[in-house]
Structure formats: C-alpha cells, structure tokens
C-alpha cells in the first residue's frame, strides 16, 4: 500500500522534504503546490510524479494525496493544517507548528476528531545523536540532570513575522522536553532587535532560560547575527555531562566522566570538594539522514496508526513555551508561568 | 630606585605574583605573608630575598616594604587592603576589589587621601589579546557596539564564601568596561546551585544579563561546572566581529568582516536582509604574559604616580555590578538598575 | 544550443556527475549507461529525460548525445573515452586520465585530431579554495615555493586494481601541477599493503616525495587506513605560507605571514636566524560546488573550441607521475626521473 | 640521602632541569655552569643553593655533586659527559646522547664500567600520554601494528651544528622504539635546506622512513619551517588505532575502534572489504610534568642502581637510526641498513 503524499511549498526545506518522500520505500510525491511558477518548476522538473498546483487549496482535491507535508512559512501553518485535516489529509507540519497555543490546540482536537495523523517537523529527534543521548539519560549513566545549555547562533537572518526565537529555539526546546522527564515551569527571555525589518522590532538575538525544577535550569542562547556557527548543547548530570556538538562530522556526542564529589571536611561546618574527572567517550552514531529516518516514521505511523513520536502534543508544548517566552520579551526578562 | 615588595598570600595566586615581582626590573620581593607553615616555607626557599611572616599585620610593619600586592581570599581583600593603605603601602588587590560596593568606596577614597596607588588585578586587560582588540575597537574598524556574549565555563569549582559571579565574572565585566564606552544601566542574574558546599547554596552556575543601552546586551555565562572549558566571547558590531577564544594558543582573536546590510524591497513596507561575508583577519598579538605587563605598570605608576588602568574606580564599578548581580538573583532574575 | 549528455556509470561518482549535468543551463542529460540494473532504474527515475541502456557502446550510438561523461572504474577509462572520441563524442573522464602514460598518448592525439573536447575530471582545480590559492601563488605574495606537502588520509579502501596512489594522489598532483611553475623531475614512493584484496600486493598507504628543483620537494602522504580524516596541504614560500585544509568548512585557506630571516652575526661564519611571524589572513571563499563549476567550463569548452583548465594533457602529466611512483614502489622508494 | 646535583648549561633547556632538580624530593641543585655570565647570574639568582661555575671542568670538580645534568648543545654532550662519568658522577645526558654511534658506545661501556647511572632525557617515554599508549599497545588491545606515522612540525629553526633530524625526530624515535617490539632494519630520509646558516646545507625539513619488517612502516616528518604547529602521531593496529595529539591540552590520546574486514566474495578471487567503525575512548591522562616524573626515575635508578627506562642503550638505538638517516640524505633517500 503505497502513500500518496502531496508536499506545500518549496522553498528553502520543501526540497529536503520532498527529495526525502521521493526516496522512501511505501510514499510517493503526488503533488507539489507553490505560489512561485519557477520555484514550481523546478520541482515537478525533478519530480515527474508529482503534479504542480499553484494553491494549496487545489492540491488538497487531489483524491489519491493521502498525506501531506506543510514547509510553508509558520504564518500559514495553521490555516493550512486545519483545512488539511479537514480534507482528510494526514498532516506533517513544520515547526514551530503554529503560531500560538490556542491553533495549536484547535488542530490537536481537530487531529484526534478526524481520527488522522498529526506530526511536527522537529527533525533533530530522529538525529542518531539526540536518539544516543535519550539512551544514555534513560539508562541512569547521566544521573539526576543539573542543567541543559544550549548554543544554536550563526549568521544568517530569515526574513521572518516572527522573532529568532520562534524560528532558532523550537529545535532545542523539541531536544530538551523529549530527553528530560521534567516539564517546564516558568520562562525568561530577553533579547535585543540589530536589524529593524518589518514594523515591529523583532529580536535578532535571544536568551532564553527555563526552570525545570528547583535548582534546573535550561537555558538557550539563539542568535541570527554572530560571526561563527555554534551548534551546542551541554547536559550535565550528577553522575556524567555529555556534549552534543552537531558541526563535529564524527564525533558528535561525548560523554565525560567527569563530576565532583563531596566529602566531609575537618569540621562539621566544612565541606571538602572533589572533581572525579576520568574518560571520555565517543559513540558511534547512526548516520542515517534525520529526515529520512522522520518520513519512515510518518509512514508507518499512517499505516499503523500509532502516535508520532514528534506528535501535535509536542508541538504544542514548544509552542506553549515560545508563546511564554514572547510574553517574557514583552516584560523584559520577567518570569512567565507556563 | 628600587620597589621593595611584600606579597600577601601565598595560595594558588600568589606564586604567581612573587614570581613576576621577581623578575621585573625594580620591584624586589622583601616578605611573603602566609598562614600555613608549609606554603610559607616554600615562598622563602624560592625567594630568598623575602622574609616569611605569619600575619600581613607583621608584612606591613616591614619598613623596606613600599608596595604590597594581596593574594588572599576575597572575604580578606577589604580588611588587608585598608591596613595596608592605613600603613601607607601602594596596594595591588586581587579581583574583584572587595565584597561590597561601600567597602570599595572607602577604598577609593582611602588611597585618594593617602596620595597611593591602588590597582586592581583585572589580569586580563593587561593581556595581548585584549589591547588589540581595545584597538580595534577605538579605531572604529568595528562600528557601534550589538552584543558582547562571553562564556567562561569548565570544570574547577573554587571553594569559596561567594558564588561563581563573583569569582569568574570579574575577568568578563573588566574587559567589557574596558572595551565599551557605555555604561551599564541595568542586571539580571539568573543561576543554580549544584553543590552546597557552605550554609548559603551559592551559584555554581550562573547568566548574567546586562543592558548597556537600548538594543544593546551584554551575556555573561559563568559556570564551575561544565565538561569542557570554554572562555569565548563574541563582539559584534555593526561593521565587524570579533571572536577571542582565549584557549587558542596562536590565533586568540579574529575579525571577522561579517555583517547585514539593508536594502529597500519591492514595496514600502519591505526590507531586504543581505549578509556580507568577507575575509577574516588574526591579528599577531605580543605574547608576553599578562602579568607580568601588569608589574611593570603598577611600578611605572609607583614611581610617576600616574592613575593605573586598572585603578580602584575600575575595581568599584565592576563590584557595583556584582553586587547588582546578586540582589538580581536573590529576585531570580529580575532586573536590578545600577 | 542545448548539449546532449550521457553519463557512463552510475555507481559512486555518477550520481553527481548526472545531477550536475541536469542542473546546469545548456546540458541535458539524455542517456545513462550503467552494467547494474537496479542502480541503472535509480537514474532513470531520477532523470527522466535519460534513457537507460546497459552497454556504453549503446549510449555511444544515441545521436543526440554530443558529450559523455565517463565515471566508471579506471581501468575502463581508456577503452570507453577511445570508443567515444571515435563515435565524436566530446569527453569528460575521470581521474586519473587513464591507466598507463601510452594510453593517455593515445587519447591526446585521438582528441586533437578529431577535434573534440577531451576533458579529465581533475574536480579540485574548479575549488574556491584552489582557486584562491592560484591567485597568491601568481600574484607573487607567496614568494618563492620551498615546499608542497600534502596529506589525504581516511578510512576508507576503494576495491581496485589499483593502489592508493592511484585513487587519492591525483588529487595532489593535479593541485601540486596547477600551482607551481616548476615541472617535477623524479619521484620517490614507499608503501605498504595492509589489506590484500587482489592477487597482487597493493600499496593501501603510500609516502609519495617529488623533486621540482633543487631544493624544493613535494610531498604526498595517502592512506586507505587511517583512524581519522586528514585532507591539509601546507605551500611554504620564502614570503609566506598557505594551510589549505579541506575540511574545515569556512576557512579553508589560511595565509599566514610567517618566516625566516637571516642576517649577518658577530663572525664572517655566523648567521642570526630570525622569525617573522605576524597576522594571518583567511579570505572569502567562493562557495560553488567545484563539480557544478567544472560542467559549466566543460559546456564552455565544447561551445567554444577552448582548452580545458584540465586537459588531456594535464590528465597525462598526472599519470606519467603516477607511473613513475609505481616503478620507484617496485624498487622500495629508488628515485625514479620523470 | 639527598643527592647533590650539578646542571650544566643554562640556555634553553637547562632552565627546565633546574626547576625540577629543585622540586624533586631527594635531589639539590648544589650547581650551575654556564658559559654566559647573565645567565649564569639568573640560575644562582633564582636557586641560592647552587654555586655558579663558568665551566663544566670546574663543576666536576665540586666534591657533593654525585650527579650532573647535561643541557648543553648536542656537540658537546660526548666530551662532558665523558668527563662526568670519569668523574665519577651519575649522568643524565640530553637528547641525542650524542653525535654519532662511536660516542655513543664508548660512553655506554664507560658507564657500566663505572658502574655509575647513565639515562638520556628521551622526556616523552615520562609522559601520561606515552604511558597510557604503551599500556594499549602491551594489553594486545591495538593488535598487530601496521604502521605508525608521526609529524613534528613548526616554526622554530634551532641555529645548530645539526640537521632537523637530529633536533626534533628523537623524540618520535625513541617513542617508536618504545612502543614496539620490532627493531628497525633500513632507514630512508629526504630532505631539503632552506636557511643556509652553516658552511653545510644542513636540512631544515626532512622525511624518515623506516623499514620495521615487511609491510610495516614508520614515517615521521619533521620540519623547522612549518606555519602551524603539528605534534600527531597515528598509530594503526589491526584492531584498533590510536591518534596522539599532543598539542590537545586534554585529549592526548584517542583510541578508535576503527579497522578494515575481508570476508570471501562471490568468486575465489573476490574479497569483500568492509569496515568496522565503532566507539571512540579518550583514556584519562596523568598530568604530571613529563620531566618531574623523569627527575624522580633518575633519583631512583641513582638510589637503587636500576637500568633506567631510557637508558644509554636506547640513546644509542636512536643515535643508530640518525646516523643511518643521516647516510641515507647523502644518497637521497636509499635505504640504509641499520
């Protein structure tokens, strides 16, 4: 039972998405909707079986597309979506999946109303890496968390309605809730506008920190003005801290014995501090491309009908987090509840 | 003429300090000052020409000893300093100047009335790296300030009566109030404590925020308890950037001539985002050790009684943001104005 | 004027030679030749504007195609670009050229008199990186060379029936030749087999070391069987020197100010050596794929009757070197005269 | 039983020596010669315990000197050290032992005669990072060796009576013979002059290559006129391989499950080359000073009487080995027998 799959927009990730439908066993690109006739081009050019349309409304008639994936501009998620699961379409969605908590709410219920599937790009949770560190926190080597930093910076603005945040943090905050069993509490974010692009000034540069529990902090610097690429994350356990480095072609995860211990000082009052710092660790990680490893799960979670590990619930959780976050923008850096 | 020194403090800073006094023409180490027995013994058999002494009440009433540098714990800087002033020695004071603001007032005001030199060891802005950058900065080649993010962040807890700011922060706060003309109007403090090691659960981690002026932050991230060491810190401008990664043996600071340029779009209301990307130049910068800069300095200031460039004003406004810094995290974050 | 292209051989290198030739202006790809089926069905569905056919000899007969592309096994280079250049049929054929200095003869000549483009696939000299280096190299900055040493280490065994030298060195030596003035004048190589896959012995690491003039030797150091990926070339001039390091992804080319100066000492028998060592300089770097830059110059050649940058006569060089090494491996490293 | 020493030379290296005779339980500097007078001015200045000789003559003379460090240029290592031992003190001689095989042998049976302690300061075989190596290597865990391969390279040409062989492949060499059990058999070295500072053209680069036994290679370049520093060393097992990077300040050493596997083709002549990549470890390191830990072993063998682990043999197993290469540059790069 092959998978008809009608692929929204092609400009900078639908060509990712559809090259990856194209090539996976059980999908078949059937259509291609884009505003641009060149860009729309292109695309069938590429990909002979799939029919060019020029409105996302006409590609959701197609009666053999019984899927579809949304790489349009986060203005549009939500409209799209919503009609999608209304044409009875199963929707994969770029993140963040919609512009605010209340849509993507609407097109949780609507999903489970419909009976379809409704899954959210958060693509680096089908990366070997992030797969490798789940197992490592899951297995207890980690310990208790203590924090999670993470640096996603680079020079490279999207012209965007929308803040750095909402376009840089989704892929870290996707990492940070599916690796820790916490769920946020309060919210800060402060940030500064260096390039005035459309009537609001937008942050170009943020610093986003989360209270997970009482002494866990997360903690998240994006940044679309910095003059080197930094891709980082530390996660630092009681018993290990791991580096998750993703522009290291080979070794993008390291896991460091390292730690501290207390013991008892000469007096009760005092403390003795101890570093435990020992080997290091370099996994192999599967190489598989994370997109790929993404539309197979898509296609069985269509044909098995089970649910998404990056389901709607998820991307309403970042969503929920970036709305606090916006919120905390708003007020300057003071702490918003989530 | 000859500066007879005495060192006060003989821990893991002062060797240094004994060992650059020592080398450097027309400074002369006369005594150390060290509680433990053991560390004393080692001073003097290093140094022959200073005398070992229990107390610092003993040092400053050497006669021969014109100029004292304090090597001891943060708590003591204040206490030795003034009696040190009181006793009509030239100071050189360890970072930062002092634990509070009053007390470093008291010590600006002290050696203004006593007509003596009082330097701060803000090591940093004596070193290679900084002065060029100081350069770049003044020349122009840079343009109006964007941001200033600076990580210092490895494993190496400092057992110590006062949390990581005020222990790794002052290296980060002397540079940018060295680099910048603008001054710091407000801070946010926002940290964790992954190691009680006193009755108070001081920060081990910690980001501080600081709002130069509109648009413009400063992001300081300080931690005693991060896998790997970094000590980064981006400068961007608006015509250029600077990346100084102080661990990089040869090639501490490049300039990278990155940027956004502006454009009007097809409309009005429409902005078109281009980078610019060039070349990246890596300055040569002098080698020698910071340090020792710093000692000929603070002999050159004894002796024409010049205002040092790390003098106790320096010294107080950095301890005026620490100590915003932490009434900014007792409120977790809010911002606190200096 | 639309160029007819056939691309003969689908397995590693083909892909890219087919997805470049259908992205660039004035090349269609209009067949496909390839001895695997399932591979042979990859193509075609991915091109639907080429024909598959089992057989070059059947591609060679399509006469619509004016121009294949050869990316098959070296040791079927010679028959497949003879049979082509007879059918007049403009080539472009992978490195190395051929497997011997005759065949590579035989070509030249072959291509002059039919007049037809004959092109080797020496990819690199289409690089950004190269390129820039061709520029300071010309412009005379570099000074005088001293030195060529290159290292192309990885694991990574090609099954062949051809040593290491033959899979990675062409690479240097298209390089070493397109940049320096000088031609070589003997060849030293010593290898070692790890990994016998064939009947014969065949070097998986080899240490190549080429004589220009006196004093200046250039040096290749290839290996099947390394732990790490190593791909950096250092080029010492009397006036400065270039690191050309491949995989880094932004600053490929590092030009660094640096050398030695002599000046007279005390005695007619002393010399001062002095170093010079001052900023480095990265440049901007066009960021092309090399491959796409080639098949445009490749359409050019073919419209225009030009030279290629990478002619026959630049593949020959490369195999009459090549040649040399494997008789100086045969007499364990003896200096072989080119 | 503190044991006296004697540092002869204080340029360069003997400053290092002194430092750690000094903080060497069991040993006290008790003298220095040095030809230059300020300098001579600076050692007695900074170690009050040892008097300041002009001559090394004068030094032998010293009655408590039982033992004497040798930091002088290679041309005199032979005459001084001589004289010590018929002096009848210890010697700890630097690297190389001395100028040729002649030399070398004589003072091997001068010692044993004597029966005084005779170690040349190969500092690498003290250091955490050659230790951890040679564990691996004993252990069985790399597996059969198939080649090592080390580059030592920089800017810095020592103004000498010597060639960059005799200067900087000593360490690489006595690391080799270290590490492995087999004995070298032929040596090859190529090389080129580039700053004529004697009436020789002594190389400032050069190219070893030596023959272990068949199919196993060592190769080392070692260069006075490199941009960047290299200090990598790669050495591949059949079942692991190890890269020993010694400018990493905390990743010394890193062990890749890395390897090559055969299995059976379709036909008897085909084999199928598949590879095995797996985890990587980076064994913690000791970070005790190479040199310290060597002082001690010097004390020890002093004490108890014990061969130390880099005895004059093993200086005179690399001395072979130079001479030989340096036969081998004479002939440009014939393999010499050893």
């Known amino acids: 039972m092959t998978i008809g799959v009608g692929v929204i927009g092609y400009g900078y990730w639908g060509p990712n998405m559809l090259r990856n439908v194209a090539s996976t066993d059980g999908l078949v690109p059937l259509a291609v909707s ?5 860009r729309l081009g292109l695309a069938t050019r590429a990909y002979p079986s799939a029919v060019g349309v020029r409105s996302y409304e006409d590609l959701l008639q197609h009666p053999q597309v019984e899927a579809v994936i949304i790489a349009t501009p986060l203005a549009n998620h939500f409209e799209i979506a919503r009609a999608a699961l209304l044409a009875g379409k199963h929707v994969l969605v770029g993140k963040p999946m919609a512009s605010s908590v209340e849509e993507c709410e609407e097109l949780c219920s609507l999903a489970e109303r419909c009976g379809l599937v409704l899954m959210v790009d958060h693509t680096f949770l089908y990366a070997g890496a992030v797969q490798k560190i789940k197992e490592f926190v899951t297995s207890g080597i980690v310990g208790e968390l203590l924090y999670f930093d993470s640096v996603r910076v680079n020079l490279g603005l999207v012209r965007s309605r929308h803040n750095v945040l909402w376009d840089l943090a989704p892929h870290d905050l996707s990492i940070l809730l599916y690796l820790l069993p916490e769920r946020p509490v309060a919210v800060s974010a402060i940030g500064a506008c ?20 009482p002494g866990v902090l997360a903690h998240i610097h994006v940044n679309w003005l910095s003059p080197v690429k930094v891709r980082r994350t530390l996660i630092a356990g009681t018993k290990r801290m791991i580096v998750y480095d993703d522009l290291e072609p080979d070794e993008k995860v390291k896991v460091y014995d390292k730690g501290v211990e207390l013991t008892a000082g000469e007096t009760a009052y005092d403390v003795l501090v101890q570093y435990r710092t020992g080997d290091v660790h370099i996994p192999k990680i599967a190489s598989e491309e994370p997109l790929r490893v993404e539309m197979v799960h898509f296609r069985d979670c269509i044909r098995g009908g089970g649910k998404p590990r990056t389901a709607a619930e998820q991307g309403l959780e970042v969503v929920r987090i970036l709305s606090a976050a916006d919120a905390s923008l708003a007020k300057e850096g003071e702490f918003v509840k989530i």
Do not use: F, P
């Not at 884009?34 to 060149?38: A, D, L, S, T, V």
């Open 194 to 213: 260096h390039v005035q692009q459309t009537d609001k000034a937008l942050a170009t540069m943020a610093y986003l920190t989360i209270k997970m529990r």
């Open 34 to 38: 884009e505003i641009k006739e060149e």
